[in-house]
């Protein structure tokens, strides 16, 4: 059995690599593709060339795949046509499972970020492939931990809540997914949080007290334009905080955990890292 991961040089993807290896899988039977493959030559797995923009290249990395994980890539606005030659390169392999890393709740979710994710998803359905999607909520990793000590926590969603997780869990997860082969639609999530409540977390874990700065989406796209960020990511983020305030980041922690066959990494874990 070939299994093949796009986005391996990736911080997702390589954790995924890693967990194929540790769930079993024979590293030859394992190939780790990207870009900038350089950064994937240590993991002791095959290791080939692929670019979301360049069909050929991906017709060669899937030759002899049986199951793709397929990570989704990382330039939003480009991403449907990149995915589109992700998709005809799996059907030209035939390949038995391809399993995609959507967002959570993508059935009904109105993110800005959700509409790329949404028009793969139907991509992978027209194209006829045995499909997985593997729905992610919120990494821990988008958050700045250290950052919040400093100068407080900031964001839109209210008392929303955000069932972010462990990108290392979210990863795993999907290795187990692609191991066990089933075609299905996993919505995954850790246990979560509210933003005022992850400025608790934080306290707790730093010793001081953090506060939680609720904004409307536009302050909070204003502050983030301050902060640095340029006004596209800006509105994407002020957006997902948007509808994360009406559940749209919210999953129950059931498909992931019985992934893992763990509780899900808690957040103080994250954050005792990070600081
Ligand atoms: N749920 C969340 O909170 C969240 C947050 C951030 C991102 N994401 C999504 O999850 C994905 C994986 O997360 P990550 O943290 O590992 O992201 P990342 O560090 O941005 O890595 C993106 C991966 O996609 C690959 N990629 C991008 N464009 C590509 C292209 N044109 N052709 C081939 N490969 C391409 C990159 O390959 P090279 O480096 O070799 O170019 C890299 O391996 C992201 O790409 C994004 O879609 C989700």
Request: hydrophobic residues 45%.
């Amino acid at each position: 059995m070939t299994i093949v991961v796009t986005g391996a040089t990736g911080p997702f993807g390589r954790h995924a690599v890693e967990s194929l290896l540790a769930r079993g899988v024979p590293a030859d039977q394992i190939v780790a593709t990207g870009r900038k493959i350089e950064k994937i030559a240590d993991l002791g797995v095959r290791v080939r060339h692929a670019d979301y923009d360049d069909p050929a290249t991906l017709r060669a990395a899937f030759e002899g795949a049986e199951k793709v994980l397929f990570v989704s890539g990382s330039e939003p606005g480009k991403r449907v046509p990149q995915h589109r030659n992700v998709v005809e390169a799996a059907k030209a392999a035939g390949v038995s499972l391809l399993a995609y890393t959507s967002i959570v709740n993508a059935g009904t979710s109105d993110l800005i970020l959700a509409g790329e994710h949404q028009a793969t998803e139907q991509l992978i359905a027209e194209s006829g492939l045995p499909h997985a999607f593997l729905r992610n909520s919120w990494y821990y990793e988008n958050y700045d931990f250290a950052g919040a000590v400093e100068n407080g926590l900031f964001g839109a969603s209210g008392d929303g809540r955000i069932s972010a997780a462990a990108r290392p869990d979210l990863a795993e997860a999907a290795a187990v997914a692609v191991i066990n082969g089933e075609a299905r639609v996993y919505e995954l999530g850790g246990p979560g949080f509210t933003l005022p409540g992850l400025a608790e977390e934080i306290s707790k874990v730093a010793g001081k007290p953090v506060t939680y700065t609720d904004l409307s989406p536009e302050k909070y796209a204003e502050f983030l334009i301050g902060v640095g960020l340029p006004e596209g990511g800006a509105a994407v983020l002020s957006d997902a905080d948007r509808g994360a305030a009406l559940g749209q980041l919210e999953t129950s922690p059931a498909d992931l955990e019985k992934l893992l066959g763990r509780p899900a990494t808690p957040v103080s874990d994250a954050i005792r890292a990070a600081l």
